[in-house]
């Protein structure tokens, strides 16, 4: 028996200090949000959020920042993802370190579930509010039921400046009412829980002042079970029973009265998102072939591009799953994008001068940089629908930019 | 000599050991049912009780007392078949609670800093003293199915009603009308449940006007009926006293 407690001992504290070892010297926190993670055709060919702008990189606590900018719900929506009937504007991050004050599409406040339209446009902004000091990567994000998150660029936000404890979020309600969300009703909460936790307490305590288990139990095998319950017992349970409706109800009623005006919670999709106005695409853009070669992480494109517009333009960009390939000498971004996701010169064309208006031109255009990798885009191979899709920015000498998409299967090089 | 005499020596010393069973089986029991109750509680009732904004007319009141009459059924059966104690409802939802708040406290707002006022669990226990009472006045478990199931299913959303009106309270809300309970879900940001998968004021009960919530309270009543009976026979199964009988 001592042998087997001595173990017993021993173990428990091996195993105590492994659980400690374990913890106390390498527990990173989780700073991401899996977006890398997700499939790559998905990335690809769902949302494809562009002209981002994060309005701060630092705010103090209760300062607001706001992310804004454009989606486009991509024609080639893989079949595998429910199409967007009911999709819900989010934002990625860890916890409710900032506050979401408000979120819009095409300026409509979107509080709920919308429905978006395949192949449109639309304007978003989200405004958030600075809650719990710290860097926090900050995802735009959009929900589609079916589809799950489907997770835009982050950036990194720091919040310094005040405390936790400082922040508010007041709230002023129809009926007139000021009030903090952030400690709204804690002590009438904290009362009832209270009230109720002991008045239960009490009804078992009322019992357990007496023999519980063992006493009872043989006199319940005895077949005197009936003797453990007195007329008192009964007198109290109905004591206890009458003074749990009356409280109940004279609470209800206190609380009616205290709030006469309520409304239930407020539910269901909205509809009739107001996509932004786009003319049609002047470029025309037929994608010949693509390949993706492993060992060089690049992505060759064989495109016929045929201007039908009145000004000669040229490929500045090429957007995928939230990174961005630029073409430096065309197109240099000011908007501060996440450096990770961003490959400044990671855009090549074998014939990059200016596209006259009425040319057609076929082109080879490579997009490289070590994102293919780190963001896990070169995964599409694995996937089940190796299509790859993006956006691609024409400029001409004057800045105006015309956007074409494509759309196209993806055969990988090994060699 | 039995093992049983050879544990006390004297009257004075085997009332002192039943009171050591008592103390630590109370203390096992309770913080059994904390454990099993809790886990149930959240993989049934899950998000309609982690949330204020989940907390409706029609749909928080119907499934909340319909999937937690269930253990209170059971305990009971062991605690009044085998102890005659009429408190196993009641220290279900104790032990259901004290878990529910350890994990809110802990867990939501000192992990990841939801505030409590969003986060709070639903009061449960004047439907668990109602059946309670009913098991001990009618000593029968075809009446506190049916009497104390229904009051259990028609208490619920009154006995929570001086703490969730509050959050019914009315705001205009940047041009929409939102309750302070939705604001309180749009403002708290919750990465992983987007606002479509709350499901709130969904159904058909369009004729009742506003009056969704007794018509709800009522079929959750009805329902807790019938959970009771099925758990009750759970109960019977696992207060078994086969190998006490056998010792």
């Known amino acids: ?415 | 000599m039995s093992a049983l005499q050879s544990a006390a020596s004297s009257r004075a010393e085997a009332i002192q050991v039943s009171r050591i069973v008592d103390y630590l089986g109370l203390f096992i029991l309770f913080m059994v049912l904390t454990g099993s109750y809790h886990i149930h509680a959240m993989l049934t009732m899950g998000d309609w009780d982690f949330w204020v904004d989940w907390k409706d007319r029609r749909l928080w009141v119907t499934v909340v007392p319909i999937v937690l009459i269930t253990f209170p059924a059971a305990v009971q059966v062991l605690l009044w078949e085998r102890l005659r104690l009429p408190w196993g409802a009641t220290v279900c939802v104790l032990g259901l609670l004290f878990g529910e708040w350890i994990n809110r406290y802990f867990n939501f707002w000192g992990w990841t800093y939801f505030p409590i006022t969003l986060c709070f669990p639903s009061q449960i226990v004047p439907g668990a003293i109602l059946l309670d009472v009913v098991l001990l006045l009618s000593g029968s478990y075809l009446l506190t199915a049916i009497v104390g199931g229904m009051a259990w299913g028609l208490i619920f959303y009154p006995g929570n009603w001086p703490v969730i009106a509050p959050y019914h309270v009315p705001v205009e809300y940047n041009g929409t009308l939102m309750s302070v309970a939705d604001i309180l879900g749009y403002n708290y940001v919750r990465t992983g449940t987007p606002e479509y998968i709350r499901m709130v004021e969904k159904g058909t009960l369009r004729t009742f006007g506003k009056d969704v919530a007794p018509v709800s309270a009522f079929f959750s009543a009805f329902m807790s009926i019938l959970i009771y009976f099925l758990w009750h026979f759970v109960g019977r199964w696992f207060s078994t006293v086969r190998f006490l009988k056998a010792t």
């Open chain 1, 1 to 415: 028996m001592k042998v087997l407690k001595d173990r017993t001992a021993l173990w428990s504290f091996v195993g105590l200090l492994l659980a400690f070892a374990a913890t106390s010297f390498y527990a990173p926190s989780a700073s991401a949000h899996g977006e890398k993670s997700q499939a790559a055709f998905m990335r690809m060919r769902t949302i494809h959020w562009f002209d981002l702008h994060w309005s701060k990189e630092k705010v103090a606590v209760n300062e607001n920042v706001e992310i804004s900018g454009k989606f486009h719900v991509f024609e080639g929506w893989p079949e595998s993802v429910r199409e967007p009937n009911v999709a819900f504007l989010n934002i990625g991050i860890p916890g409710p370190v900032f506050i979401r004050k408000e979120s819009y599409i095409g300026g409509q406040l979107v509080p709920r579930s919308v429905r978006l339209e395949i192949g449109k446009t639309y304007e978003f902004r989200v405004v958030l509010k600075a809650r719990r000091p710290g860097d926090w990567h900050v995802h735009t994000m959009m929900n589609v039921e079916g589809g799950g998150p489907i997770i835009g660029p982050g950036k990194w936000i720091t919040i310094e400046g005040g405390h936790f404890a400082d922040f508010k979020n007041p709230v002023t309600s129809l009926t007139g009412q000021t009030f903090d969300l952030e400690t709204y009703q804690e002590s009438n909460i904290a009362f009832w829980h209270v009230f109720w936790a002991v008045f239960g307490v009490a009804w078992i305590l009322y019992w357990v002042r007496r023999p519980v288990f063992l006493p009872r139990y043989l006199l319940a095998e005895a077949g005197r079970a009936d003797e453990l319950v007195s007329a008192t017992d009964r007198k109290v349970g109905i004591a206890f029973a009458a003074g749990t409706i009356l409280i109940v109800v004279l609470s209800m009623g206190a609380a009616n009265s205290k709030y006469p005006i309520t409304i239930p919670l407020q539910a269901g999709t909205m509809r009739g998102m107001v996509p932004i106005e786009e003319k049609k695409s002047t470029v025309a853009v037929k994608v010949e072939d693509a390949t993706y070669r492993v060992p060089g992480r690049a992505m060759r494109m064989k495109l016929t591009i045929t201007n039908n517009g009145t000004s000669a333009v040229r490929l500045g960009e090429f957007y995928t799953a939230s990174v961005r390939f630029l073409d430096s000498s065309v197109f240099k971004d000011t908007t501060g994008y996440p450096e990770d996701l961003l490959a400044e010169d990671g855009l090549t064309l074998s014939d990059n001068s200016p596209l006259a208006p009425g040319e057609t031109r076929t082109v080879e255009v490579t997009a490289s940089d070590a994102a293919w990798e780190v963001y896990r885009l070169s995964d599409i191979i694995y996937d089940p629908d190796s299509r790859f899709a993006g956006l691609l920015f024409f400029f001409d000498a004057n800045g105006n930019r015309i956007i074409s998409q494509v759309d196209a299967p993806l055969i990988p090089s090994f060699i």
